[in-house]
T-cell receptor
């Protein structure tokens, strides 16, 4: 059974600080995605990483896919209150039905 | 672009009642999914569909049924509601082309309470 473990589960920091969220597995994924979910809304796709070692940047957010395609990280520089939300990682195991394996999420609170 | 539309937004059901959660997408996506999300538990797959007329069970299908008569619509039916079905339900779709999953588009969810 494929599992994705996210850490930390909860993080509360001051505006302007940097942070990193991790998504780890013992399984290999053909792609990995990061989503952000705000209260009362569905998850919104932030990025998809496909190649081992790939790094993608989205403004102050940097996403990295591990060389072995088993893990990923999300780094936020100079966090803003607008970054507050639940961050979910999801891996594609490569099945023909495009099902995703989901992490339990990291709840991030950025205090002004 | 509407994306994925779910109705209703909120619903309270009594034990034993039935209801249908509606989901429609306007992106011509072949793949559609129903998830439930409980606090601290992440997303659990209930049912999915790879195209009109084709559905299959996910991780937690008991107590639910689905149909997919068109590409656009993927309703979720709850029969004989139970308190354990209190949750937030999300519908999602994906184009699922090219052999790589580039991501899902989610609806805004239905918050269901069974009392």
């Amino acid at each position: 059974t494929q599992l994705l473990e996210q850490s930390p589960q909860f993080l509360s920091i001051q505006e302007g600080e940097n942070l990193t969220v991790y998504c780890n597995s013992s399984s290999v994924f053909s792609s990995l995605q990061w989503y952000r979910q705000e209260p009362g809304e569905g998850p919104v796709l932030l990025v998809t990483v496909v190649t081992g070692g790939e790094v993608k940047k989205l403004k102050r957010l940097t996403f990295q896919f591990g060389d072995a395609r088993k893990d990923s990280s999300l780094h936020i520089t100079a966090a803003q209150p607008g970054d507050t939300g639940l961050y979910l990682c999801a891996g594609d195991g490569g099945g023909s039905n495009y099902q995703l394996i989901w992490g339990a999420g990291t709840k991030l609170i950025i205090k002004p | 672009n509407a994306g994925v539309t779910q109705t209703p937004k909120f619903r309270i059901l009594k034990i034993g009642q039935s209801m249908t959660l509606q989901c429609t997408q306007d992106m011509n996506h072949n793949y559609m999914y129903w998830y439930r999300q409980d606090p601290g538990m992440g997303l659990k797959l209930i049912y999915y569909s790879v195209g009109a007329g084709i559905t299959d069970k996910g991780e937690v299908p008991n107590g639910y049924n689905v149909s997919r008569s068109t590409t656009e619509d993927f309703p979720l039916r709850l029969e004989l509601a139970a308190p354990s079905q209190t949750s937030v339900y999300f519908c999602a779709s994906s184009s699922g082309t090219g052999g790589t999953n580039y991501g899902y588009t989610f609806g805004s969810g239905t918050r269901l309470t069974v009392v």
